[in-house]
């Protein structure tokens, strides 16, 4: 098997893939992680800007479903309807997802019925896991896949790294995230390289270099606006 459980500073549990030599979130703590790249400074920081009845948020790497799952707890006091995409080239098999203690760590009513719902949903369709949210799952490769222009409100980029993977952070990737971004929206990640942020800034987006999450010093946040 190429794919691990570990356990992270927080308590929290992430994946290694044993191949590529990489885990799935910050070893200093995954849900802490997400809950700062993705949660606080991507969809609050969103939230916060813009009154809304729907929010549209595009997930690259969907993975152990960690920031599925958050995204849903966050909908849970919101009004507005989220309608959450998510593309996945090489879904983690269920006997993996189902030892995964995100339901226990997180601790909120219904949490693991939601995990569950979330990862065995139907892939390639729109399913309704709560009233406001909807989850779309694309089963494939990013290079493969075209969403229209304009649709984004949030892009929580969660790629493997550029050392591992660096396919997924070059032009041909970012440009097509960025003509599916709406205006005014958000992309965030959990990587701050140079390259990253030139690339970025070249395709007309707001690059800021924000404190990242415990154990890691930046994380980049790229707002695009006319
Ligand atoms: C850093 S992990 C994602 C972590 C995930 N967001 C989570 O909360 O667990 C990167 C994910 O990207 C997926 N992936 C790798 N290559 C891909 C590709 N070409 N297109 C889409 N997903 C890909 C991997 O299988 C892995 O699940």
Redesign the pocket.
């Known amino acids: 098997m190429n794919i691990e459980i570990i356990v992270t500073s927080d308590g929290s549990h ?2 290694i ?1 044993k191949e590529l030599n ?4 910050s070893t200093h703590g ?1 849900i802490q992680e ?1 809950l700062h790249v993705f949660i606080k400074n991507g969809l609050q920081f969103w939230l916060e800007q813009n009154q809304t009845k729907e929010i549209s948020i595009l ?10 799952l958050l995204t849903l707890r966050g909908s849970l006091n919101q009004e507005a309807r989220f309608h959450y995409t ?7 098999a269920f006997e993996l997802v189902d030892q995964l203690n995100y339901a226990q760590q997180l601790n909120f009513e219904m949490a693991e019925k939601y995990f569950q719902d979330i990862h065995r949903s139907e892939w390639n369709a729109q399913i309704s896991i709560m009233p406001n949210f909807i989850l779309e799952k694309h089963q ?4 493969a896949m075209n969403f229209p222009d304009q649709t984004f409100d949030v892009v ?1 980029f ?4 550029p050392d591992k ?1 660096p ?2 952070w070059e032009m041909p990737i970012l440009e097509k995230i960025a003509k599916t971004m709406k205006n005014n929206s958000a992309l965030v990640t959990y990587c701050a390289k140079g390259q990253l942020k030139r690339d970025l800034k070249s395709l007309g987006l707001k690059v800021e270099t924000l404190a990242g999450p415990p154990g890691k010093r930046e994380m980049v946040r790229a707002v695009k606006s006319n």
């Open positions: 992430s994946l893939n990489e885990t799935y979130h995954a997400s997930e690259i790497g969907f993975g152990t479903g960690l920031n599925a998510t593309i996945e080239a090489f879904p983690v494939g490769k990013i290079q929580f969660d790629a493997f790294s993977q396919e997924m």
